[in-house]
């Protein structure tokens, strides 16, 4: 049986933090395209598509494939963050195929 493995792609993400204050979770809601309800303590409520609830500890994910959501323990295990060494050892790599 064939295998295959997951294209790597860059995302964009944030996270929805318990401790996230409300303009954090504003900024977060309106960059998704959220809609936004606000609950009877106060509490911002995002609903992406489908009437999908955004949970605290969750993470936005913009891709390709659109907006979804990502549970912590997963996002860890699928992303990792993109640094300056990421980025120099991803073109070392390609430049050494050129050579």
């Known amino acids: ?3 295959y493995r997951q ?11 318990p401790d996230i ?3 954090q979770a504003a900024d977060i809601l309106s960059w998704c395209g959220a809609d936004v309800e ?17 949970v605290t500890g ?3 994910v913009k891709s390709p494939a659109g907006i979804t959501l990502v ?3 997963i996002f ?7 640094t ?10 390609r430049i050494g195929k050129f050579a």
């Open 84 to 93: 300056r060494e990421t980025l120099v050892s991803r073109l070392t790599k």
């Open 21 to 23: 204050d409300p303009d």
């Open 71 to 73: 549970r912590t323990g």
């Open 7 to 17: 294209k790597p792609i860059e995302i964009e993400a944030r996270h929805y933090r």
């Open 38 to 54: 606000i609950d009877d303590d106060g509490q911002y409520i995002g609903i992406i598509a489908e009437g999908t609830q955004i």
């Open 1 to 3: 049986m064939p295998e």
């Open 58 to 60: 969750d993470y936005v």
């Open 76 to 82: 860890e295990q699928l992303y990792e963050p993109i």
